[in-house]
């Protein structure tokens, strides 16, 4: 279907391990509210050698959808988010890029907000975020909520990123200003987030937010633990230190 801006194309990021369950439902989403909303785009899938069959779902995806609309790009083994969104960017066709959960913590029916926003004053940066407006959370627990908003309470103090949630992955970037990001950063994992948007505020990148849902998971496990979380505490102070 034609974009609504003419060339303007949509390049979705969708790095997988285990989510043979959520992919089929989460791509569904995706087409539909693309669809719905007439841009034009595409869905990348990095599966990173998922035991679990993630890759063959994927390819019936692709079956069903076209090569056109469903990209497949595996990687051998589990290399890290960071690295994922890398992969798949070389990959991407689209001067816009989102980025986002596969499973199901990040709903598509935000995605054509992420447009309007970015159309409103041609941001280079639109982060979703659940601590703003009606933003929120839900399935979590009160430790889990109280560990994130602490989190977030901390890198607003220590890095004052001028965004409202750093820690989210619900995103959409103009192609031209990932690029220039990835290539300043150099944090992996859930970290990599963080620092994209401390380094979007340093080379003076726009950013706009949009008030999201995040729902945890319905299937499989969450692949946050305790090596993340020692993570995220080494990347805030390295972040600390140098911007």
């Not at 034009?40 to 990095?46: G, L, M, Q, R």
């Not at 890290?80 to 913590?105: E, P, Q």
């Not at 890095?159 to 989210?168: E, F, I, K, V, Y």
């Not at 979380?229 to 390295?238: H, M, P, Q, R």
Request: proline letters at 3%; aromatic letters at 10%; glycine letters at 10%.
């Amino acid at each position: 279907m034609a974009s609504k801006k003419g060339s303007d194309k949509y390049s979705v990021l969708l790095p997988t391990y285990n989510e043979r369950d959520n992919l089929p439902l989460i791509v569904w989403l995706l087409v539909r509210a693309f669809q719905q909303s007439g841009h034009d785009f595409e869905i990348i899938v990095i599966d990173d050698g998922s035991p679990d069959g993630t890759l063959e779902v994927a390819q019936q995806l692709e079956n069903i959808y076209g090569k056109d609309k469903i990209v497949l790009r595996p990687r051998a083994k589990k290399l890290g988010l960071g690295t994922a969104y890398i992969h798949g960017m070389k990959h991407a066709t689209g001067n816009f890029v989102i980025i986002m959960d596969a499973d199901l913590s990040h709903h598509p029916k935000f995605i054509p907000e992420f447009i309007s926003k970015q159309q409103e004053r041609d941001y280079d940066v639109v982060s979703g975020t659940r601590y703003r407006g009606s933003g929120g959370v839900y399935g979590w627990d009160l430790k889990r909520k109280l560990i994130s908003r602490g989190a977030n309470y901390l890198t607003q103090i220590l890095l004052r990123p001028g965004a409202s949630d750093l820690t989210g992955s619900f995103r959409l970037y103009k192609k031209a200003v990932l690029e220039k990001l990835v290539e300043s950063c150099v944090s992996k994992g859930y970290v990599f987030q963080m620092e994209m948007i401390v380094r979007a505020r340093q080379l003076g990148f726009t950013i706009g937010e949009v008030p999201i849902t995040f729902v945890d998971r319905v299937y499989g496990e969450s692949k946050l633990g305790g090596n993340e979380v020692i993570s995220f505490a080494k990347g805030l102070l390295y972040l600390f230190a140098t911007t």
